[in-house]
């Protein structure tokens, strides 16, 4: 089975620009945790990838964070699913980080701490950044057009991304995913 990879923010949860700054603002897409749980229910690994400047701008703590993250992976686990790992960027992007998408920073740190192979995996996101960041480690990419989604559209692909697959949301992808 694959391994995908999730940008969170505009693709699991509704995103803001004014940051996700508590757990109530903190809210699923509809479909997209049963879309998770069906994906990992088939055999899938699936790990998020999401950068957190709200942390580095101090608009909300890691505390908060890790809250936000417990309430998503509770909705995950009434649905029978799993996530295998979370990973974040706290960072300001002045920080100069090796962490923040596009880096791969984060997809190294799976493949350290979980053996993850990124052959024939997934990096699902709504921002060209997403996708760089999963091309770099060869994640075959899939815009989704929930969050950001329509707005890196509109703006148009760069040519190592035009074979991206374009997904109305993140069920429209496990649909894909699973048939």
Known sequence: ????????????????DQYIKTVDEWRAIPGAIAAIAALSKAGHD?????????????FY???????????MLQLLSQEGGELKGIYYCP????????????????????????QVDFTDSWFVGDSLRDL??????????????????EATLAKGLPAELEHTLVF???????KHLLK
């Open 1 to 16: 089975m694959a391994v995908i990879v999730l940008d969170r923010d505009g693709v699991i949860n509704f995103d803001s």
């Open 46 to 58: 699936i790990y998020v990838a999401t950068n957190q400047s709200g942390i580095g701008r101090g």
């Open 61 to 71: 703590s890691v505390e908060t964070l890790n809250a936000m993250h417990d309430k």
């Open 91 to 114: 960072h300001h992007p002045d920080d100069n980080c090796q962490c923040r998408k596009p880096l791969p920073g984060m997809l190294e740190a799976m493949q350290q701490e979980h």
């Open 132 to 149: 760089q960041s999963g091309l770099s480690k060869g994640c075959k990419p899939a815009l989704v057009r929930t969050g950001k989604g």
């Open 168 to 174: 109305e949301d993140l069920a429209d992808f496990a």
